[in-house]
Protein backbone atom coordinates (compact mmCIF):
# COMPACT_ATOMS: atom_id res chain seq x y z
CA UNK A 1 0.00 0.00 0.00
CA UNK A 2 0.90 3.61 -0.67
CA UNK A 3 1.11 6.50 2.19
CA UNK A 4 -1.58 8.03 0.39
CA UNK A 5 -4.23 4.42 0.60
CA UNK A 6 -3.05 3.88 4.14
CA UNK A 7 -3.90 7.31 4.92
CA UNK A 8 -7.05 6.85 3.14
CA UNK A 9 -8.11 3.43 5.35
CA UNK A 10 -6.16 4.80 8.54
CA UNK A 11 -9.12 7.39 8.35
CA UNK A 12 -12.28 5.47 7.46
CA UNK A 13 -10.81 3.03 10.12
CA UNK A 14 -11.07 6.04 12.39
CA UNK A 15 -14.61 6.23 11.44
CA UNK A 16 -13.41 10.12 10.41
CA UNK A 17 -13.91 13.00 7.59
CA UNK A 18 -11.58 15.06 6.10
CA UNK A 19 -12.66 18.12 8.08
CA UNK A 20 -12.46 16.17 11.31
CA UNK A 21 -8.83 15.06 10.27
CA UNK A 22 -7.64 18.41 9.32
CA UNK A 23 -9.37 20.05 12.71
CA UNK A 24 -7.05 17.26 14.18
CA UNK A 25 -3.91 18.23 12.14
CA UNK A 26 -4.10 21.92 12.18
CA UNK A 27 -4.12 21.86 8.17
CA UNK A 28 -7.15 22.04 5.48
CA UNK A 29 -9.46 19.88 4.08
CA UNK A 30 -7.42 20.15 0.48
CA UNK A 31 -4.54 19.14 2.21
CA UNK A 32 -6.21 15.76 3.30
CA UNK A 33 -7.44 15.14 0.31
CA UNK A 34 -4.20 15.85 -1.86
CA UNK A 35 -3.07 13.50 0.37
CA UNK A 36 -4.91 10.66 -0.23
CA UNK A 37 -4.83 10.89 -3.95
CA UNK A 38 -1.48 10.82 -3.89
CA UNK A 39 -0.75 14.60 -5.13
CA UNK A 40 1.11 16.01 -2.18
CA UNK A 41 2.71 14.32 1.01
CA UNK A 42 2.15 15.50 4.48
CA UNK A 43 5.44 16.59 6.18
CA UNK A 44 7.71 15.70 9.33
CA UNK A 45 4.97 17.41 11.90
CA UNK A 46 2.40 15.69 9.88
CA UNK A 47 3.50 12.37 9.75
CA UNK A 48 3.97 12.50 13.36
CA UNK A 49 0.67 13.68 14.17
CA UNK A 50 -0.76 11.01 12.02
CA UNK A 51 1.34 8.18 13.52
CA UNK A 52 0.29 9.18 17.24
CA UNK A 53 -3.38 9.94 15.99
CA UNK A 54 -3.51 6.58 14.36
CA UNK A 55 -1.28 4.12 16.46
CA UNK A 56 1.34 3.62 14.04
CA UNK A 57 4.86 4.15 13.26
CA UNK A 58 6.09 6.26 11.00
CA UNK A 59 7.87 3.60 9.18
CA UNK A 60 4.58 2.12 8.24
CA UNK A 61 3.43 5.41 6.38
CA UNK A 62 6.61 6.09 4.89
CA UNK A 63 7.45 2.94 3.42
CA UNK A 64 5.08 0.99 1.16
CA UNK A 65 6.21 -2.45 1.92
CA UNK A 66 5.55 -2.11 5.70
CA UNK A 67 1.85 -3.55 5.16
CA UNK A 68 1.41 -4.86 9.10
CA UNK A 69 -0.02 -2.01 11.48
CA UNK A 70 2.26 -1.53 14.60
CA UNK A 71 2.38 0.25 17.76
CA UNK A 72 4.25 3.70 17.49
CA UNK A 73 7.72 3.85 18.67
CA UNK A 74 8.77 6.86 20.91
CA UNK A 75 9.97 9.31 18.54
CA UNK A 76 10.56 11.42 21.16
CA UNK A 77 9.44 11.91 25.37
CA UNK A 78 5.83 12.52 25.13
CA UNK A 79 5.01 15.72 27.65
CA UNK A 80 1.67 15.34 28.88
CA UNK A 81 -0.92 18.58 27.90
CA UNK A 82 1.85 19.45 24.93
CA UNK A 83 -0.92 21.59 23.13
CA UNK A 84 -1.58 23.59 26.31
CA UNK A 85 2.36 24.56 26.74
CA UNK A 86 1.98 25.13 23.08
CA UNK A 87 -0.38 27.51 22.98
CA UNK A 88 0.85 29.60 26.23
CA UNK A 89 4.30 29.62 24.81
CA UNK A 90 2.45 30.77 21.43
CA UNK A 91 -0.02 33.71 23.44
CA UNK A 92 3.77 34.67 25.48
CA UNK A 93 5.72 35.06 22.28
CA UNK A 94 2.88 37.43 20.69
CA UNK A 95 2.60 39.36 23.85
CA UNK A 96 6.46 39.95 24.02
CA UNK A 97 6.28 40.95 20.17
CA UNK A 98 3.82 43.44 21.19
CA UNK A 99 5.45 44.69 23.93
CA UNK A 100 8.71 44.70 21.58
CA UNK A 101 6.92 46.74 18.95
CA UNK A 102 5.30 49.58 21.84
CA UNK A 103 9.34 49.64 22.50
CA UNK A 104 10.16 50.51 19.08
CA UNK A 105 7.18 52.94 18.86
CA UNK A 106 8.13 55.12 21.86
CA UNK A 107 11.96 55.29 20.74
CA UNK A 108 10.57 56.42 17.06
CA UNK A 109 8.22 59.35 18.73
CA UNK A 110 10.53 60.40 21.73
CA UNK A 111 14.13 59.33 20.88
CA UNK A 112 14.99 58.23 16.96
CA UNK A 113 17.72 56.47 18.12
CA UNK A 114 19.72 53.66 15.54
CA UNK A 115 20.74 51.84 18.54
CA UNK A 116 17.10 51.32 20.15
CA UNK A 117 15.99 50.48 16.74
CA UNK A 118 19.02 47.62 16.26
CA UNK A 119 18.20 46.63 20.14
CA UNK A 120 14.64 45.89 19.44
CA UNK A 121 15.24 44.01 16.23
CA UNK A 122 17.56 41.78 18.11
CA UNK A 123 15.08 41.27 20.63
CA UNK A 124 12.08 39.94 17.71
CA UNK A 125 15.28 37.78 16.18
CA UNK A 126 16.09 36.50 19.78
CA UNK A 127 12.37 36.02 20.49
CA UNK A 128 11.54 34.14 17.05
CA UNK A 129 14.80 31.85 17.98
CA UNK A 130 13.43 30.60 21.28
CA UNK A 131 9.62 30.16 20.00
CA UNK A 132 11.39 27.87 17.00
CA UNK A 133 12.77 25.72 20.03
CA UNK A 134 10.03 25.81 21.64
CA UNK A 135 8.07 24.29 18.85
CA UNK A 136 10.56 22.05 17.91
CA UNK A 137 9.85 20.66 21.19
CA UNK A 138 6.19 20.77 21.62
CA UNK A 139 4.89 21.82 18.06
CA UNK A 140 5.20 17.54 16.90
CA UNK A 141 3.01 16.49 19.73
CA UNK A 142 0.37 19.25 18.93
CA UNK A 143 -2.16 18.73 16.17
CA UNK A 144 -2.51 22.54 15.56
CA UNK A 145 1.58 22.67 16.21
CA UNK A 146 1.90 24.53 12.16
CA UNK A 147 -0.80 26.22 12.45
CA UNK A 148 0.25 28.51 15.61
CA UNK A 149 4.11 28.67 14.16
CA UNK A 150 2.37 29.86 11.22
CA UNK A 151 0.04 32.47 13.24
CA UNK A 152 2.96 33.56 15.12
CA UNK A 153 5.79 34.31 12.68
CA UNK A 154 2.70 36.25 10.23
CA UNK A 155 2.11 38.56 13.15
CA UNK A 156 5.84 38.99 14.51
CA UNK A 157 7.30 39.61 10.85
CA UNK A 158 3.66 42.02 10.55
CA UNK A 159 4.65 44.19 13.81
CA UNK A 160 8.71 43.75 14.09
CA UNK A 161 9.66 44.24 10.32
CA UNK A 162 8.18 47.65 9.75
CA UNK A 163 11.02 49.69 11.79
CA UNK A 164 13.60 47.91 10.84
CA UNK A 165 12.94 48.12 7.42
CA UNK A 166 12.55 51.90 8.00
CA UNK A 167 16.35 51.80 9.37
CA UNK A 168 17.74 49.86 6.40
CA UNK A 169 16.33 52.00 3.41
CA UNK A 170 16.88 55.00 5.23
CA UNK A 171 20.92 54.29 5.40
CA UNK A 172 20.15 53.04 1.32
CA UNK A 173 18.79 56.70 0.87
CA UNK A 174 21.99 58.22 1.57
CA UNK A 175 23.35 56.83 -1.32
CA UNK A 176 20.79 58.76 -3.47
CA UNK A 177 22.56 61.16 -5.51
CA UNK A 178 18.94 63.62 -5.84
CA UNK A 179 16.86 64.89 -3.29
CA UNK A 180 13.58 62.90 -2.46
CA UNK A 181 10.08 63.66 -0.70
CA UNK A 182 9.38 62.22 1.95
CA UNK A 183 6.36 60.94 1.04
CA UNK A 184 8.01 58.98 -1.71
CA UNK A 185 10.52 57.61 1.13
CA UNK A 186 7.39 56.38 2.98
CA UNK A 187 5.32 54.71 0.67
CA UNK A 188 8.95 52.41 -0.20
CA UNK A 189 9.29 51.76 3.48
CA UNK A 190 5.19 50.65 3.03
CA UNK A 191 5.94 48.81 0.01
CA UNK A 192 8.69 46.75 1.05
CA UNK A 193 7.04 46.18 4.67
CA UNK A 194 3.36 44.20 2.84
CA UNK A 195 6.06 42.99 0.67
CA UNK A 196 8.11 41.22 3.31
CA UNK A 197 4.75 40.51 5.55
CA UNK A 198 3.00 38.87 2.43
CA UNK A 199 6.07 36.99 1.44
CA UNK A 200 5.82 35.92 5.08
CA UNK A 201 2.20 34.34 4.63
CA UNK A 202 2.60 32.89 1.18
CA UNK A 203 5.84 30.69 2.82
CA UNK A 204 4.17 29.90 6.25
CA UNK A 205 0.49 29.14 4.95
CA UNK A 206 1.34 27.63 1.92
CA UNK A 207 1.01 23.82 3.10
CA UNK A 208 -2.05 24.88 5.46
CA UNK A 209 -4.10 25.58 2.85
Known amino acids: M ?3 EKILALRKKEGLSQEELAEKLGVSRQAIS ?6 AFPDAPNILGLSRLFGVTTDY ?11 PHETACPIEN ?9 AGAIALSAAVLVFQFINAAYYQSE ?11 LLAGAFEMMYRVLGPQDPAGRTKRARFYTAA ?46 HFWRDLK
Open 34 to 39: RWEMGS
Open 2 to 4: TMA
Open 115 to 125: VLCLVGTMLSV
Open 61 to 71: LLYDEYETVQA
Open 157 to 202: VWMGAYFPLRLVLTYAAYSYPRPYSSFVFDGLVLLAWLAVGCGTMA
Open 82 to 90: APLYMGAVF
